[in-house]
């Protein structure tokens, strides 16, 4: 395929001359890590405890307090991408220990580290949709710029791109692998005579090997991606000779068992005994649908939401992108036999995903820079008119170009540094709390919510900033009786949160202590021996914490319960003005034990030493002895 094609541009298209390849992608850089640095919300707890969370565990230890859910422990997920932050973490903490850092600054970095990675596999994805629209309509043409402009444009993009999933990694990967797929082998094009040099065919086997191995490299990590490439694999071998099949199938196994093998051997390290995470995935999602305990969905998911919270104010333009890719005579050429190709893998991977009762936007994530790829043609025919030309006849359009680029903003805009925003900050107010008081003996904190509602170690920082939350681990080996009757801690905490804490806290309701621990563990340090992160984690039943963490919906329910404890409110942060799920709504509550015992010791401790200058007696000894008290 002529890499400088334009078949079906216009005159225009063709008369572009592209800027360099690397100011492109030093521009996109520059505005993914804008995007990952301002990003404050939370959006799913796969973005943490399904990378950072085991990559702290790798880094740091086991007694740094990571939380590894249950997934880790059953095998199911590929060490690949938390291995990734893992080595983010430690070259991090080496450059904290060189520079000799505060511990605050470390912190900070530890969180910053993660972000800046991401933002740069964001611009690689960015790019790569920017090479694939020139791919199918020419470098020169407005098309592919057009694709550049709806992936930066993007307000899911801008929310979702530079997380620390799985699938935005998936996402990269799988447009990468698509700009180096073989897409001569489906065509009707005729070979220019000179396509079977020996220099021709050593560079195209190379293409062909990165592609694959990319391929198996996104399957590995979310397993999934398959359906990409078995779809375009099928279109090749129908439409391909035997000599390409022959190719097509060595190089599947080589790439494919490469792969495997350095991925099984990468979880033999990472889990200390071998593991084939791929097939444990399968086995538990669907032999015994776990998947399931983690919610249903209806059949049309894909297509009333999924699609349109991929596409947000592109979907118009995407539906009949893909409209008329899918129904172009492929005679056309490459271009039309590749733009079929992306339209079949959008409808074969969501419909096939539609079969599976558990589904989520991001499953189908991967196939959004092929959809922004389709749509570019039908967003140039409808726009380029209207900029290019001063007509007031095209005042309309020219409005509605306005109206969605600004729609596009604010919806970025708010979901990148208001919704769910509080269940971020509440970290950073613990951590501002641990370097306030006495991080030596570090702070304690208790999170009645939702299971995974918040971030844990990756933003708790601190290995003794000990915490616990409430889990939600699914019926794993459990008959069918016993998971139609199974009832995880959180939903035992939201079915009865009095009886709850009763059962599931040390001393239950009636023995509350009065003191936060910072307190008790200065003024006696033999009071209470000091476990680690993770014991104190695991702990049952539960330690009152110093801080309580909660959504304003249950104060109703919790005030009553601890009024006559000494935990008061300490400090309140916004977290959402809506939210589907009812126990996530309001404000996010934070109460601190002995909040209201501190401010009268202070005043007592100022008056005593006042006295004690008039009396002539040592101010140390009244203030040892209030300590004690």
């Given at each position: 395929?002529?890499?400088?094609?334009?078949?079906?541009?216009?005159?225009?298209?063709?008369?572009?001359?592209?800027?360099?390849?690397?100011?492109?992608?030093?521009?996109l850089?520059?505005?993914?890590?804008?995007?990952?640095?301002?990003?404050?919300?939370?959006?799913?707890?796969?973005?943490?405890?399904?990378?950072l969370?085991?990559?702290?565990?790798?880094?740091?230890?086991?007694?740094?307090?990571?939380?590894?859910?249950?997934?880790?422990?059953?095998?199911?997920?590929?060490?690949?991408?938390?291995?990734?932050?893992?080595?983010v973490?430690?070259?991090t903490?080496?450059?904290?220990?060189?520079?000799?850092?505060?511990?605050?600054?470390?912190?900070?970095?530890?969180?910053?580290?993660?972000?800046?990675?991401?933002?740069?596999?964001?611009?690689?994805?960015?790019?790569?949709?920017?090479?694939l629209a020139?791919?199918?309509?020419?470098y020169?043409?407005?098309?592919?710029?057009?694709?550049l402009?709806l992936t930066?444009?993007?307000?899911?993009?801008?929310?979702?791109s530079?997380?620390?999933?799985?699938?935005?990694l998936?996402?990269?990967?799988?447009?990468?692998?698509?700009?180096?797929?073989?897409?001569?082998?489906?065509?009707?094009?005729?070979?220019?005579?000179?396509?079977?040099?020996?220099?021709?065919?050593d560079?195209?086997?190379?293409?062909?090997?990165?592609?694959?191995?990319?391929?198996?490299?996104?399957?590995?990590?979310?397993?999934?991606?398959?359906?990409?490439w078995?779809?375009?694999?099928?279109?090749?071998?129908?439409?391909?000779?035997?000599?390409?099949?022959?190719?097509?199938?060595?190089?599947?196994?080589?790439?494919?068992?490469?792969?495997?093998?350095?991925?099984t051997?990468?979880?033999?390290?990472?889990?200390?005994?071998?593991?084939?995470?791929?097939?444990?995935?399968?086995?538990?999602?669907?032999v015994?649908?776990?998947?399931?305990?983690?919610?249903?969905?209806?059949?049309?998911?894909?297509?009333?939401?999924?699609?349109?919270?991929l596409?947000?104010?592109?979907?118009?333009?995407?539906?009949?992108?893909l409209?008329r890719?899918?129904?172009?005579?492929?005679?056309n050429?490459?271009?039309?036999?590749?733009?079929?190709?992306?339209?079949?893998?959008?409808?074969?991977?969501?419909?096939?995903l539609s079969?599976?009762?558990?589904?989520?936007?991001?499953?189908?994530?991967?196939?959004?820079?092929?959809?922004h790829?389709?749509?570019?043609?039908?967003?140039v025919?409808?726009?380029?008119?209207?900029?290019?030309?001063?007509?007031?006849?095209?005042?309309?359009r020219?409005?509605t170009?306005?109206?969605?680029?600004?729609?596009?903003?604010?919806i970025?805009?708010?979901?990148?540094?208001?919704?769910?925003?509080?269940?971020v900050?509440?970290?950073?107010?613990?951590?501002?709390?641990?370097q306030?008081?006495?991080?030596?003996?570090?702070?304690?904190?208790g999170?009645?919510?939702?299971?995974?509602?918040?971030?844990?170690?990756?933003?708790?920082v601190?290995?003794?900033l000990?915490?616990?939350?409430?889990?939600?681990?699914?019926?794993?080996?459990?008959?069918?009786?016993?998971?139609?009757?199974?009832?995880?801690?959180?939903?035992?905490?939201?079915?009865?949160?009095?009886?709850?804490?009763?059962t599931?806290?040390?001393?239950?309701l009636?023995?509350?202590?009065?003191?936060?621990?910072?307190?008790?563990?200065t003024?006696?340090?033999?009071?209470?021996?000091?476990?680690?992160?993770?014991g104190?984690?695991?702990k049952?039943?539960?330690?009152?914490?110093?801080?309580?963490?909660?959504?304003?919906?249950?104060?109703?329910t919790?005030?009553?319960?601890?009024?006559?404890?000494?935990?008061?409110?300490?400090?309140?942060?916004?977290?959402?003005?809506?939210?589907?799920?009812?126990?996530?709504?309001?404000?996010?509550v934070?109460?601190?034990?002995?909040?209201?015992?501190?401010?009268?010791?202070?005043?007592?401790?100022?008056?005593?030493?006042?006295?004690?200058?008039?009396?002539?007696?040592?101010?140390?000894?009244?203030?040892?002895a209030?300590?004690?008290?």
């Amino acid at each position: 395929m002529n890499r400088n094609s334009s078949s079906g541009a216009s005159p225009r298209s063709r008369s572009l001359r592209p800027p360099s390849a690397l100011r492109v992608f030093l521009a996109l850089v520059a505005f993914r890590l804008a995007n990952a640095l301002s990003l404050r919300t939370f959006f799913q707890p796969d973005e943490f405890f399904q990378s950072l969370e085991p990559a702290w565990h790798v880094a740091f230890g086991e007694s740094q307090g990571a939380w590894i859910t249950w997934e880790w422990k059953h095998h199911l997920r590929s060490s690949i991408h938390p291995l990734l932050f893992s080595a983010v973490y430690s070259t991090t903490d080496l450059a904290a220990q060189v520079l000799h850092l505060s511990a605050a600054t470390r912190a900070d970095l530890l969180i910053a580290a993660p972000k800046v990675t991401q933002a740069v596999i964001a611009a690689v994805g960015d790019f790569y949709t920017w090479r694939l629209a020139g791919l199918v309509y020419g470098y020169r043409s407005r098309e592919a710029w057009a694709a550049l402009a709806l992936t930066v444009v993007s307000p899911w993009q801008w929310f979702c791109s530079t997380r620390t999933l799985s699938n935005c990694l998936e996402n990269t990967i799988t447009i990468v692998g698509l700009c180096l797929w073989p897409w001569e082998w489906s065509t009707s094009r005729p070979r220019p005579r000179d396509s079977a040099r020996k220099g021709d065919r050593d560079w195209a086997l190379i293409r062909l090997r990165q592609c694959l191995c990319l391929a198996a490299l996104a399957c590995i990590l979310r397993p999934t991606n398959i359906l990409i490439w078995a779809t375009l694999a099928s279109v090749a071998w129908f439409r391909s000779s035997w000599a390409t099949r022959k190719v097509l199938a060595r190089e599947v196994l080589i790439c494919g068992s490469t792969v495997l093998f350095s991925s099984t051997l990468l979880d033999r390290l990472f889990y200390g005994v071998w593991a084939f995470p791929p097939l444990r995935f399968l086995y538990f999602n669907i032999v015994q649908s776990l998947s399931v305990f983690y919610g249903k969905n209806d059949w049309h998911y894909y297509v009333s939401q999924g699609y349109p919270l991929l596409l947000t104010t592109a979907l118009p333009f995407t539906a009949i992108g893909l409209y008329r890719a899918l129904t172009r005579r492929q005679s056309n050429g490459g271009q039309a036999s590749m733009q079929v190709q992306l339209g079949a893998i959008c409808l074969v991977m969501p419909l096939t995903l539609s079969l599976i009762s558990h589904k989520e936007v991001r499953f189908i994530y991967p196939l959004l820079p092929s959809l922004h790829v389709l749509t570019a043609p039908t967003l140039v025919n409808f726009f380029l008119p209207a900029v290019a030309r001063s007509s007031g006849s095209y005042t309309p359009r020219r409005l509605t170009l306005v109206f969605l680029l600004l729609a596009n903003f604010v919806i970025a805009l708010y979901t990148t540094l208001y919704h769910a925003s509080g269940t971020v900050e509440v970290l950073s107010y613990l951590r501002e709390q641990h370097q306030s008081h006495n991080p030596d003996h570090g702070i304690t904190a208790g999170f009645l919510m939702p299971c995974h509602s918040t971030p844990w170690r990756s933003h708790l920082v601190y290995p003794n900033l000990r915490a616990w939350a409430l889990s939600c681990n699914p019926p794993v080996d459990l008959t069918d009786s016993q998971k139609a009757v199974y009832v995880d801690e959180a939903d035992q905490f939201y079915d009865q949160a009095g009886q709850f804490l009763r059962t599931h806290m040390g001393g239950g309701l009636r023995h509350v202590p009065r003191k936060p621990s910072y307190i008790t563990m200065t003024t006696n340090p033999s009071s209470k021996s000091i476990i680690t992160a993770s014991g104190y984690q695991q702990k049952f039943p539960h330690d009152w914490p110093d801080y309580l963490v909660f959504f304003a919906q249950l104060e109703p329910t919790l005030k009553p319960l601890l009024r006559s404890s000494s935990y008061a409110e300490c400090h309140r942060t916004f977290n959402s003005a809506w939210h589907d799920d009812w126990r996530r709504r309001g404000d996010i509550v934070i109460l601190e034990t002995g909040i209201f015992l501190l401010f009268p010791v202070v005043v007592i401790h100022v008056e005593m030493v006042a006295i004690a200058a008039v009396d002539d007696v040592d101010p140390v000894v009244v203030v040892m002895a209030l300590g004690t008290s």
